[in-house]
C-alpha cells in the first residue's frame, strides 16, 4: 500500500468522524455549540496524557521492530456511528505487504486500497491521531506491541462521535517463525553479555569425527580448551578450530533458516541459545544432515 493510499485512508476516517460530529452539533444552537467545545478541550486535557500515550505508544512500537515480523495476519474491526459497507475483515500480510483482504463474514475479496493497512501502518495511524490531540485510549499487544484497540474522537457530550478500531486472531505466519524465534533468543542471549561459559557439545553427522562429545572451555567468546567427554583426550588446536561457539550456533541456524534446510531447533530457556539444532536432513541425499546437542552450560 502506497503512502498515498495511506494519506486517504486517514483523510476517508477524519471526513467519517467530523461528518458524525457535525450530524449531532446541528442538533444545538450556538451558544451551546460554544461552551460545549470549551468543555471537551478541558475533558480531553484532564483525562488524556498525552506524554504518557506517546511513551506507551513508543516502547510497543519499539517491541514491535524488535520481531521484526513481516509475514503475518489477522482480523481487523472498524465500529463507528455511521455506515460502513464491511466492519470487520481479514487480512493477509507477506514481506510486509497486504496481499489479500476478505470480507469475514461473506468472504469476499475486497480491493487493496480498503481502509485497511498492515501493522506499520496502524502505529503511523495512531501517531498522527495522538499528534493531532484525538486518542482516546490504545491498548497493545503484551507480546508483539502493535495495537489491539484504538478508541478516538469520543468526546464528553457528543453521543455519535468517535471510531474504534480492533485488531484480533493475530498470527504469525509459519513460513517466518523459525525467524522470529531465533530473533527472541539471540536477543536473549546477547542480553546475558555472556563471553567466559563451558559447555558440553555433540555433533552427529554422516562424516567421520574423532569426538562426538566434546567439553568445551570459552573465554573472551574464544574456544581455549576442549576434551573428548568420553576419553579425557586433549583435543588439538587444529581440532578446536571445527568446534563451535554458542554464537556460532546462532549463525549456522540463520544460515540454516536463510537456506531453508532447517529441520529442527531448541532453544534453552534461560539463556536462548540453541540447545539442539538440526538442519540438512531433508534433502535428497540419504547421508546429509548435521546436528549439535548442547548440555551441561555453565
Known amino acids: 500500500m502506497t503512502a498515498k493510499t495511506f494519506s486517504l485512508i486517514i483523510f476517508f476516517c477524519q471526513i467519517i468522524l467530523l461528518?458524525?460530529?457535525?450530524?449531532?452539533?446541528?442538533?444545538?444552537?450556538?451558544?451551546?455549540?460554544?461552551?460545549?467545545?470549551?468543555?471537551?478541550?478541558?475533558?480531553?486535557?484532564?483525562?488524556?496524557?498525552?506524554?504518557?500515550?506517546?511513551n506507551e505508544l513508543d516502547s510497543n512500537h519499539q517491541l514491535w521492530k524488535q520481531h521484526a515480523l513481516t509475514d503475518y495476519s489477522f482480523t481487523v474491526r472498524q465500529s463507528c456511528f455511521c455506515?460502513?459497507?464491511?466492519?470487520?475483515?481479514?487480512?493477509?500480510?507477506?514481506?510486509?505487504?497486504?496481499?489479500?483482504?476478505?470480507?469475514?463474514?461473506?468472504?469476499?475479496?475486497?480491493?487493496?486500497?480498503?481502509?485497511?493497512?498492515?501493522?506499520?501502518?496502524?502505529f503511523e495511524f495512531t501517531q498522527s491521531i495522538l499528534t493531532d490531540g484525538n486518542l482516546n485510549e490504545?491498548?497493545?499487544?503484551?507480546?508483539?506491541?502493535f495495537p489491539q484497540t484504538i478508541r478516538y474522537g469520543y468526546y464528553e457530550g457528543v453521543e455519535d462521535a468517535g471510531i474504534t478500531i480492533s485488531i484480533t486472531d493475530f498470527e504469525v505466519s509459519s513460513k517466518q517463525k523459525p525467524q522470529q524465534q531465533l530473533d527472541e533468543n539471540l536477543a536473549k542471549w546477547q542480553h546475558q553479555a555472556l563471553s567466559d561459559y563451558n559447555y558440553t557439545i555433540q555433533t552427529k553427522c554422516f562424516c567421520i569425527l574423532k569426538w562426538s562429545e566434546v567439553v568445551v572451555t570459552v573465554r573472551s567468546n574464544v574456544i581455549v580448551d576442549a576434551y573428548d567427554k568420553s576419553t579425557g583426550i586433549q583435543l588439538d588446536d587444529d581440532d578446536k578450530l571445527?568446534?563451535?561457539?554458542?554464537?556460532?550456533?546462532?549463525?549456522?541456524?540463520?544460515?540454516?533458516?536463510?537456506?531453508?534446510?532447517?529441520?529442527?531447533?531448541?532453544?534453552?530457556?534461560?539463556?536462548?541459545?540453541?540447545?539442539?539444532?538440526?538442519y540438512g536432513y531433508n534433502q535428497q541425499a540419504t547421508d546429509a544432515g548435521i546436528s549439535y546437542r548442547v548440555s551441561d552450560f555453565e
Not at 251 to 276: H, M, R
Open 138 to 145: 490504545a491498548n497493545y499487544h503484551p507480546e508483539f506491541g
Open 242 to 278: 571445527q568446534l563451535h561457539t554458542l554464537d556460532k550456533l546462532f549463525e549456522l541456524t540463520q544460515k540454516a533458516i536463510d537456506s531453508e534446510i532447517l529441520d529442527e531447533v531448541i532453544y534453552n530457556a534461560d539463556y536462548g541459545f540453541p540447545e539442539l539444532l538440526r
Open 19 to 54: 461528518g458524525c460530529q457535525t450530524d449531532s452539533l446541528d442538533t444545538t444552537d450556538n451558544s451551546q455549540i460554544s461552551g460545549q467545545t470549551e468543555t471537551v478541550v478541558e475533558k480531553t486535557e484532564q483525562t488524556n496524557n498525552p506524554q504518557q500515550q506517546q
Open 83 to 122: 455506515l460502513l459497507p464491511v466492519s470487520e475483515a481479514n487480512v493477509t500480510v507477506v514481506d510486509g505487504e497486504i496481499t489479500q483482504i476478505s470480507d469475514k463474514k461473506t468472504g469476499e475479496i475486497l480491493s487493496d486500497n480498503y481502509w485497511v493497512t498492515n501493522i506499520d501502518q496502524w
